[in-house]
């Protein structure tokens, strides 16, 4: 464990106050030193931490480099994953990193005005974040906007919707957030943990940033680990391996056994070569594998893989925001067939459909909630392969016998 | 055309609004060759640019599409690209299936 935005006061003691936080860290830099702040982070090769990884310099240097006008900033604190807890964890401890990346992106991308975005479920954040705004210099013009709970609320287009016009579904892009998001304007939305790693980058610079990390992506991340005897969010170097969190956490599954890495939107994994594989983005790439937002659910060995996937594709479905008719229909579908399956109660041909659907529901929305899904259940079919057949062919559970 | 562009390509995509698109299916009957509909009957498009030879077949179906759900899009050079997302070097995410099997109806590669 490398205990970066996490360092200081204890987390059970909730937010650090602005004046231990200025104490602890030091005022931000001026604005000369700023003037090299994105090309700093895209040498620290910071990837955002929402989901998908983008590069965050080079999403602040498009937003910098549009041709007039003003930009906005949206911090993502959505965190609809329902297996995800560390941006809920980072906005009520470390509020004051999360408003210091909101002010220097702002500076950065040329913004006076800033959206927090906060799921309304994660009212300690909320009240957090609040009480952090109240507490230092106004530079930026910030206010808190709180999304209903839904998967689709935090992606990116839905945020921007909401904002605007209090609707929190996805929109089809483009335009592009970063082209015409919140009213009209260019807008950088970025995940509150990658605004957090900025601020330290700001401060402490790229060489610094990237002395962390075991493989190849450098730096920390926050990580949700469930599953084990004492879950919760941890900070650990990139590359960590799941053997080391289990070992951390008082895991008592046996080594190999499945594993959930990165949530709802991630990929069932099993096996020892799993357990002792890098946490990193890249290595995890190669791999078709995605670090995602840093779930890692131990699931144990008594534990069915395919009902555990049924439930998951029902709260997906559940998730859609009934825009999209292959959204809506495919993952209805998947939904029901995969829980015939988990029931004993397969039609002869739901296997077959079901690694169809992994492969046609793909690139078949607005937004990429039918491709999460259905790549999660394409990892169970692998992972899970004998328990499929068993429930289908045999119609009993080889691990609940 | 553009010389950087691959021999027959058009330069143009076609962009679906998912969701406005309502299943009326129009599209797939005038374009067979790069749009089919799922069992639900929402259309599949061919992935990359629209092959110069059916560019104008494109277009029609494009303007057959009774709730305008669909519309031809220019598409950059990778060297002109501006959006970030669209640039090299960046993996998609979610991680897409190894290799989406090509579809008959696909025109062949050259
Ligand atoms: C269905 C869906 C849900 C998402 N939910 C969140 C979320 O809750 N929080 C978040 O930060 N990003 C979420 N994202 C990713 C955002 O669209 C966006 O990429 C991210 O906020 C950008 O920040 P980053 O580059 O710092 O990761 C979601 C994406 C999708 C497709
Ligand atoms: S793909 Fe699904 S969740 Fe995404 S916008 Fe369409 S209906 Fe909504
Ligand atoms: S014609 Fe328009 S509404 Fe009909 S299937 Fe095609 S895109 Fe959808």
């Known amino acids: ?401 | 055309m553009n010389a950087r562009r691959p021999f027959m390509d058009s330069g143009f995509r076609i962009e679906i609004d998912r969701t406005v698109c309502d299943a009326y299916g129009t599209c797939a009957e005038l374009l067979p060759e790069l749009i089919t509909l799922d069992e639900w009957g929402y259309p599949i498009i061919a992935a990359g640019n629209i092959p110069e030879p059916l560019l104008n077949h494109a277009r029609q179906a494009v303007e057959s599409c009774p709730i305008v759900a669909l519309r031809l899009a220019k598409v950059p050079t990778p060297q002109a690209e501006t959006r970030p997302d669209r640039q090299t070097g960046v993996p998609p995410w979610p991680p897409r299936p190894p290799q989406q099997t090509p579809r008959k109806s696909m025109p062949r590669k050259r």
């Not at chain 1, 560390?86 to 906005?91: C, H, I, N, Y």
């Not at chain 1, 950065?108 to 507490?135: D, F, P, T, W």
């Open chain 1, 1 to 401: 464990m490398t205990a970066r935005l996490l360092s200081g006061p204890a987390l059970n003691l909730g937010a650090e106050p602005y004046d231990a936080h200025r104490q602890r860290l030091g005022a931000l830099p001026g604005k000369a030193e700023r003037a090299g702040l994105i090309p700093a982070i895209e040498a620290a090769g910071l990837l955002g931490r929402g989901g998908a990884g983008f590069p965050v310099g080079r999403k602040w240097a498009s937003v910098a480099g549009r041709s007039k006008g003003q930009a906005i900033v949206l911090a993502n604190g959505a965190e609809g994953e329902p297996m995800s807890m560390k941006d809920r964890v980072l906005m009520a401890t470390r509020p004051h990193l999360v408003l210091d990346g909101v002010e220097l992106a702002a500076d950065a991308v040329g913004a006076k005005k800033a959206v927090l975005y906060i799921g309304s479920e994660h009212a300690g954040a909320r009240v957090a974040m609040e009480a952090a705004l109240r507490e230092r210099p106004r530079v930026v013009d910030t206010r808190i906007v709180t999304p209903p709970v839904s998967y689709a609320a935090g992606e990116e287009s839905a945020a921007v919707r909401f904002v605007n016009k209090g609707d929190p579904r996805p929109v089809t892009v483009p335009p592009r957030p970063f082209e015409k998001g919140i009213d009209g304007k260019p807008t950088l939305v970025q995940n509150v943990e990658s605004l957090a790693n900025a601020a330290l980058i700001a401060r402490y610079g790229a060489a610094w940033f990237r002395e962390a990390g075991r493989a190849e992506t450098r730096g920390t991340a926050l990580v949700t680990v469930s599953g084990v005897t004492t879950p919760g969010v941890l900070e650990v170097e990139l590359g960590t391996t799941l053997a080391d969190l289990a070992a951390w956490t008082g895991g008592t599954a046996s080594v190999g056994s499945p594993v959930l890495l990165g949530g709802y939107f991630g990929s069932w994994v099993a096996g020892p070569d799993a357990w002792q594989m890098p946490l990193d983005p890249a290595a995890l790439r190669a791999r078709g594998l995605a670090f995602g937002c840093g779930v890692v659910g131990f699931m144990g060995d008594s534990a069915c893989g395919v009902a555990a996937t049924a439930r998951i594709m029902d709260y997906m479905a559940g998730s859609s925001a009934a825009q999209c008719g292959p959204c809506v229909y495919g993952l209805r579908a998947v939904a029901d067939a995969t829980a015939r399956v988990a029931t004993f109660a397969a039609h002869p041909d739901d296997l077959r459909r079901l690694r169809g659907w992994t492969e046609s529901l793909v690139g078949r929305g607005a937004c990429r909630l039918p491709d999460g899904t259905v790549g999660l259940l394409r990892s169970a079919l692998t992972v899970f392969e004998t328990d499929w057949a068993a429930h289908t062919a045999q119609r009993r559970c080889q691990v609940r016998a």
